[in-house]
């Protein structure tokens, strides 16, 4: 196995792992002793709940998913391929996927947060070889 195959299956576990607290967290199946509990999706929220990000960090979250959907739209006219707009799809559920996951993981602060910065590049790394294998067309 390459290592561009082990890193899009890291990446896959981590996806649904994040849904699947997601799924649980959304049917209310646990009881919410963390701030900020449940509040369910409205107009006012819906960038917060998505990305996990709260404070204005979400406008910001929005502003970098939109600027980038541009910047893949005008590289896939200049390029004439297509597989920017995978790469693009991939990185943003990813990303969503592990702002989600590094919430749920920093409820009750249990995990110290270097240890979580850590994580995140570590997976920055399992991240860019997933995108360099994309890219490659290895694996």
């Not at 980038?68 to 739209?73: D, F, S, Y």
Request: glycine share 12%; hydrophobic share 55%.
């Amino acid at each position: 196995m390459t290592f561009y195959r082990t890193a899009v299956w890291i990446c896959i576990a981590i996806i649904v792992f994040t849904l699947a607290i997601n799924v649980v967290n959304s049917m209310e199946a646990f009881p919410t002793d963390y701030e900020g509990g449940t509040t369910g999706i409205t107009s006012e929220n819906a960038l917060e709940q998505i990305s996990g990000l709260e404070g204005g960090m979400e406008g910001i979250w929005a502003l970098g998913v939109g600027l980038g959907a541009i910047g893949v739209v005008a590289l896939v006219f200049v390029s004439k391929q297509i597989s920017p707009i995978g790469i693009y799809i991939f990185s943003t559920v990813f990303w969503t996927s592990w702002l989600r996951m590094f919430a749920v993981l920093n409820i009750g602060e249990y995990i110290p947060a270097e240890l979580l910065l850590l994580f995140t590049v570590g997976v920055l790394f399992i991240f860019i070889a997933a995108v360099i294998g994309m890219l490659t067309g290895s694996g």
